[in-house]
């Protein structure tokens, strides 16, 4: 074995997890050159990352290593790879496939491992890191605010236990209370999910949230995907007062800002941006609520009838099996205002001149996406960390609205879409998120904090 530096880089294969931490490695794998990366995830995962026609593009210092799902014999690729149970699956074997894949990879690139960078979930690889001897680097994808929740799991829990005693007075001093967790004043206990609040449980997965919180801070640095600008001074002096490092890389699954939109007939198979180009600018609503949450049919119904009944034009990329809920009539009665698409060039979209407003279950990296085409926002959150960034949209940033009640009703739609497409409010959110744009812009430019984060993190592993 040579002793050229070796970073195993262990990803979290479901949800939005794999995607930031790939484009990380891209951006690591150029910048350092003389490190060789390894890359593990299941075979699904790396497939969806890194088809084996494109590998020949990757640089010659990365690999990329397939690793066991967990799942029974004649079960892969037949199962709902977000159901809890496969995660639980995946979780439980997960130590051992790491091992062995790491073997593999040290085999291979005749280099032992000298560090490891993992997503935050798997809180697995701070033991293998010192049973190792290696340093561990963790990445943290969902936002910083739902990070400082886990943090202080304990004393939110304290306070979900003193809410349970019942009535609105109590859950309001509940509420007051979180002055004490530095940059949470302005969340509520209903923001934080239960995976957070609830008791610990023989459950694998919920159970990560109060272990991230106790083993982060051995991390040698915990790596966010987020700007420090875009959160509360004094969340951010508290996670840097919990961990030995943070840095900031900016939000991995875009370039921020967005590049110039292209011709509208390129990488657009569904339409959607030569549709907007014939609309006038800032009129159209852009819905989309992610791959994975879905409205009941109910929602579904009564957004399309605030749509047609407002005259809203839209652009809403929808599941087909859901279509069955739209009001009947309704493709034919909005076809010349509407579009409805299976998917959307998302960032292209929200970075096209006539989008107006972005309808979104908050999805941290779709935050983001609206921001950096300074695109306000209403928030229908969905779960995990969804219902704090819809606090930090609207009370943080001031930049969007929610929907009354939590829940899409017709007349609460019509009032939102009037509020941020027609009104004066609106008017003020359009420019608050132009101001955040561009602090974020900035951020992320030559000489900017995200570059001089970056420079941290590559110092750091090709030190280790």
Known sequence: MTSEKHVAVLAFPFTGHPPPLANLLRKLAGAAPDVRFSFLSTAKSNG??????SRTELLPNVGIYDIDDGLPAGRHGAANLYSRELRDMFLKQAPESFRAAIDAAERDARKKVSCLLSDAVLVLACEIAEQMRVPWVTFWVPSPCFLSACVHVEVLG?????????????????????DMVPGLSFFRMSDFPDEILQDQNTRMVPNLVPQMGHVLPRATAVVMNSFEEANPAPLVADLKSKF????????????????????SCASDHTGCLMWLDARDPRTVAYICFGTMA?????????????????????????????????????????GAGGKIVPWAPQSRVL???????????????SVFESVAGGVPMICKPFWTDNMMNARMVKEGWGIGVGVEGDMITKSGMVKALEVVLRGEEGKEMRKKVGELRARLAEAAGPGGSVEADFKALVDLISAS
């Not at 969806?48 to 026609?53: G, N, T, Y």
């Not at 970075?351 to 990296?365: I, K, L, M, W």
Request: aromatic content about 6%.
């Open 48 to 53: 969806d990352l890194f088809p084996p026609s």
């Open 158 to 178: 304290q306070l979900r236990h003193g809410t349970s005693r019942g009535g609105t007075a109590v859950a309001e001093a509940d509420d007051k209370a979180l």
């Open 244 to 263: 030995k490092i943070l840095l900031h890389m900016g939000c991995l699954t875009m370039q921020f800002p967005p590049p110039s939109l292209p011709p």
């Open 294 to 334: 879905m409205p009941s049919p109910a929602e579904v119904l009564a957004l399309a009838e605030a749509l047609e009944s407002t005259m809203t034009p839209f652009l809403w990329s929808l599941k087909e099996h859901m279509m069955v809920h739209l009001p009947e009539g309704f493709l034919e009665r909005t």
């Open 351 to 365: 970075s096209h001149p006539a989008c107006g407003v972005y309808v979104t279950h908050c999805g941290y990296n």
